[in-house]
């Protein structure tokens, strides 16, 4: 008798351990999901690698690994054969980022909506004001540099050295792009001389 329950018991077990290993394999395939940008570039497997590379349909550019963040700069700032209507999407895209990335922060942070303005405000300058007066990106990691922020604010946390270089100077690159695009698209009889 013991042993039926026993037999049984192992049994049930035995299927619950392989509807646990059916779970976790679709759990696997479906992961995160894939980002719109990956429409305008082709998929490159890479070998022994599970990341993926990627080769733009427009331009045959190609990256090892495929960042979505990286493609979508390329779409709106570098590409030379986007369509234009891509382009212009990646640029608001491009330059709405920033601001929805300093909204996130502040959901884990508790700052308020004022503060993010504010950050915001002195991320962009940051950024203008290395690429304006030709300073290396690298001053930004530095120790004094760090300190000498901390004094005028004591609560403003500048940006790493890399996303100074990519997001927030992608982003400031978008802005002027869709300036300059929106002042072009409003203006008359233009001529070329």
């Known amino acids: 008798m013991d042993d039926d329950i026993i037999s049984n018991n192992t049994n049930i077990i035995l299927e619950e351990e392989e509807n646990d290993d059916t779970i976790i394999n679709l759990t696997r395939k479906i992961g995160k999901k894939k980002d719109k940008v990956w429409d305008y570039f082709n998929v490159v497997d890479i070998s ?6 990627a080769i733009c349909k427009f331009c045959r550019q190609s990256w ?8 979508k700069s390329h779409l709106a700032l570098r590409c030379p054969n986007v369509n234009y ?3 212009i999407e990646y640029l608001h895209m491009i330059s709405s980022e920033d601001i929805s990335d300093n909204e996130q ?3 884990q942070q508790n700052i308020n ?9 002195a991320n962009k300058a940051l950024v203008r004001f290395f690429v304006c007066r030709g300073i290396p990106f690298s001053i930004v990691d530095s120790p004094f540099f760090q300190d000498f922020v901390k004094s005028l604010c004591f609560e403003y946390n500048p940006p790493k050295r890399t996303t100074l270089s990519t997001t927030l100077l992608n ?3 978008a802005n ?4 300059i695009e929106e002042e072009l698209h409003q203006s008359k009889n233009l001529t070329l001389g």
């Open 48 to 53: 022994n690698n599970p990341h993926k590379g």
């Open 176 to 179: 002027i792009t869709l300036k």
């Open 85 to 87: 209507s891509i382009k």
């Open 64 to 71: 090892k690994r495929g960042k979505p963040n990286d493609m």
């Open 105 to 107: 922060l502040t959901q």
């Open 113 to 121: 909506r004022h503060d993010i303005i504010d950050i915001t405000r």
């Open 171 to 173: 982003a400031e690159a």
